[in-house]
């Protein structure tokens, strides 16, 4: 699953993006709200108030002269300037080393407070020359803190000597007295603010019973339905879920009523939270996204909590629709843990299930979810009246991934010559973000190349970069194990080709890839497959074991490059006896442990009991064993009957490192100059009588096995084996 825009202009000039179709809508005419202060602008505008007071009195104070109390008491000795007008006393300020002498004269407006005494002076500098000023009016200070209980001797020496103008210091104004405690409180309160929103943040203390699901704005989402490619069946199912939250009257007029969950399920990577995103933008409504992983919690009863607030919040805001990712995180079935209940993640899936069915049926509330493990959720989860439908957000088919491409190379600059359509032909089994990558590698490559545009070449080794890994040509490789690799790949090769109901050989090389693979043969299918017969796996099989039988025939010996050749052979065979009745045990399944559904690992290997006996699981050994050993001889009397086209097959692979379809076939038809009957097929009726097979429905483990288009690879420290 892709986005896809609506027009697009001719290659291989790079597009200009479009615009949304909704623009206008969602910018609301092209004017958008201004954004809000943020927390840091308003403690920049308090520290700046601060700062500003402290500069405002230290600037207040050095506009003041410091004179001390004894000077001054001598001025107010020699008395007012209205009778003394020309002495003056003369004082040395400075340093030791180079004193100022200061005059200070024609003392006034004198007023004795509590703390310090203040009034205005004549101050000159009459000595050294160089630095002698004008005389110049000036305030002063002089502190009295300790004489302030003088019984008021200064007030009574300035009435002695004349002063008149004599006056007590006025009353501190409220903002003298109050203003710095205020200031300070305010930034304590501040500053506990602060704490608090830290404190209360997500994973705090102090959050812990908070949602932390995210409303989503629609103008942020710029995605919307017509912006989907790939998935047409899922995106029609859910435009009447959005198509509900517009126009409700019309659903409810006869009586009907949307469903109150919607479960979007699929393989990863196919696009199901991109789907969820569309329905955000299409809806405009209110859109909160939360992952099941966010209710989860060391500390019982949070997560329940946190549903109960999500809920809250969804019903404060309806109608709206809830959107919970990976909700396997949170809804797996309760009781199904092996060590004993697991309290808090039940408590919420309770939470959950009591919340959903909760909702009358006009509340407009929706909740929708994504997981790629529905075999693992509850069944009251999955019941009707909380998830009423399951989407299915499949693997898009040939049609679906050529549209999905389209989209991804709208921004690369394209080859003539590429053929978009061939390109999803041979990506059978891709999803969307597998589509992706794949453009992205061949844009990569081509720009490595120096090329100017991306090319035919650049798509082909960018499915086998994304199956199977970077090529490793800098490895060395003794010639020994070169040979024997030439001879495995080839025998791959050859039985693919000769073999009935086989996907044709793509290509074949012997040039390390990805962690461990010495070489590979990669199969491509014609088309998309959803079944499998009891013929095609038997092929299968015979081309997983052809690389150790040619090891066997050519070289007397086997290596372990076979590993995982023998690994998946055993299990396709195991699968045949125990899930689809292809043997001679009948039509039984004895498989207890089903694979994930569209994550394809193995089931847990303790749930659930053994239902046959010891005396059956000793038959299901020993007819796996039989259709390995009945391959085994078959691959041999392949290979044993076209020795020389192997041994010419190898040593074209020793020269060229890597062949294709047509190198392959030339090859074959060379050293094969007449037409014989195709090995391993002369005895297909015995085959049949003896496993009875019969056109069966393989399920969905078959389904994806016979989509995947990529190559087989052996194992460990092995070169790759052929297979689908």
Aim: with cysteine.
């Amino acid at each position: 699953m892709s986005q896809r825009n609506e027009k697009r202009p001719d290659r291989p000039q790079p597009p200009t993006p479009p615009e949304s179709p909704n623009k206008d809508q969602r910018d609301g005419g092209g004017e958008r709200k201004p954004a809000p202060m943020s927390g840091n602008t308003v403690w920049y505008i308090l520290a700046a108030v601060v700062a500003g007071l402290l500069l405002m009195n230290f600037m207040q104070d050095d506009d003041q002269v410091r004179i001390p109390y004894g000077q001054l008491v001598r001025l107010i000795e020699l008395g007012p300037p209205n009778v003394n007008p020309g002495i003056a006393i003369i004082v040395s300020e400075g340093p030791d080393s180079d004193p100022l002498s200061v005059s200070y004269s024609k003392l006034r407006d004198l007023k004795i407070g509590q703390s310090a005494i203040t009034g205005k002076v004549t101050r000159e500098v009459v000595s050294p020359k160089d630095e002698r000023t004008e005389p110049k009016e000036v305030s002063f200070r002089t502190g009295r803190v300790g004489l302030h209980d003088d019984n008021l001797a200064l007030f009574e020496l300035a009435r002695e000597n004349g002063f008149s103008d004599v006056s007590a210091e006025d009353a501190p104004g409220i903002w003298t007295l109050y203003g710095p405690m205020i200031i300070f409180t305010l930034l304590f309160i501040g500053f506990l603010v602060f704490l608090m929103r830290r404190m209360g943040g997500a994973g705090s203390a102090m959050a812990f019973g908070r949602s932390r699901g995210r409303l989503i704005a629609q103008e942020d989402v710029g995605i919307d339905f017509d912006d989907v490619a790939g998935l047409e069946e899922a995106v029609d199912e859910l435009r009447e879920v959005v198509d509900f939250l517009k126009t409700p009257e019309k659903y409810q007029l006869l009586g009907g009523r949307i469903p109150k969950g919607v479960l979007l399920v699929g393989p990863p990577g196919t696009g199901k939270t991109l789907l969820a995103k569309a329905i955000a933008g299409e809806a405009g409504v209110p859109f909160f996204s939360i992952s099941g992983s966010d209710f989860v919690e060391m500390f019982v009863g949070v997560g329940a909590a946190r549903v109960r607030d999500m809920f809250q919040q969804a019903q404060s805001k309806a109608p709206c629709i809830v959107f919970i990712d990976e909700l396997d995180a949170l809804g797996k079935t309760r009781g199904s843990s092996t060590v004993g209940g697991h309290d808090e993640r039940e408590q919420t899936l309770n939470a959950l299930l009591v919340e959903m069915d909760g909702f009358s049926s006009n509340s407009s509330v929706i909740v929708m979810a994504a997981t790629n493990r529905p075999e693992t959720l509850d069944p009251a989860l999955l019941r009707p009246g909380r998830f009423d439908r399951n989407v299915l957000v499949d693997r898009p088919d040939v049609r679906g991934r050529e549209e999905i491409l389209d989209v991804h190379v709208d921004k690369i600059k394209l080859d003539e010559e590429v053929n978009l359509r061939r390109v999803a032909e041979i990506t059978s089994g891709f999803v969307g973000a597998d589509l992706a990558n794949l453009v992205n590698e061949a844009a990569l490559l081509a720009a490595r190349a120096g090329k100017s545009a991306v090319t035919m070449e650049e798509f082909n080794e960018g499915v086998e970069r994304v199956t199977t890994g970077l090529e490793k040509r800098q490895r060395i490789i003794h010639e020994d194990e070169k040979t024997r690799v030439a001879y495995h790949e080839s025998a791959h090769a050859m039985v693919a080709y000769y073999l009935p109901d086989t996907d044709p050989v793509h290509k074949v090389s012997i040039i390390p890839r990805g962690l461990a693979a010495l070489g590979y043969t990669m199969q491509r299918p014609e088309g998309d497959r959803y079944l499998v017969t009891q013929r095609e796996l038997i092929s299968r099989i015979q081309v997983l074991l052809a690389g150790t039988v040619a090891e066997e025939m050519i070289f007397d010996d086997i290596s372990t490059g076979a590993q995982n050749d023998l690994e998946r052979a055993t299990e396709i065979a195991r699968g045949m006896v125990m899930d689809y009745g292809m043997s001679r045990l009948g039509r039984v399944n004895y498989r207890e442990n089903r694979r994930a559904l569209f994550l394809g690992t193995g089931g847990d290997p303790t749930a659930g009991e053994r239902t046959h006996s010891e005396q059956t699981a000793r038959e299901i050994d020993e007819e796996i064993k039989h259709i390995i050993d009945t391959s085994l001889e078959k691959v041999r009397d392949i290979l044993g009957t076209r020795r020389e086209t192997l041994v010419a097959l190898a040593e074209t692979l020793m020269e060229k490192e890597v062949i294709d379809t047509e190198e392959l076939k030339e090859v074959i038809e060379r050293t094969t100059p007449s037409p014989r009957i195709v090995p391993g097929t002369d005895d297909v009726a015995q085959q049949q009588k003896d496993a009875a097979p019969r056109k069966k429905h393989t399920g969905h483990h078959d389904e994806q096995a016979a989509s995947d288009g990529s190559p087989e690879t052996d194992g460990a420290d092995d070169e790759p084996a052929a297979g689908s």
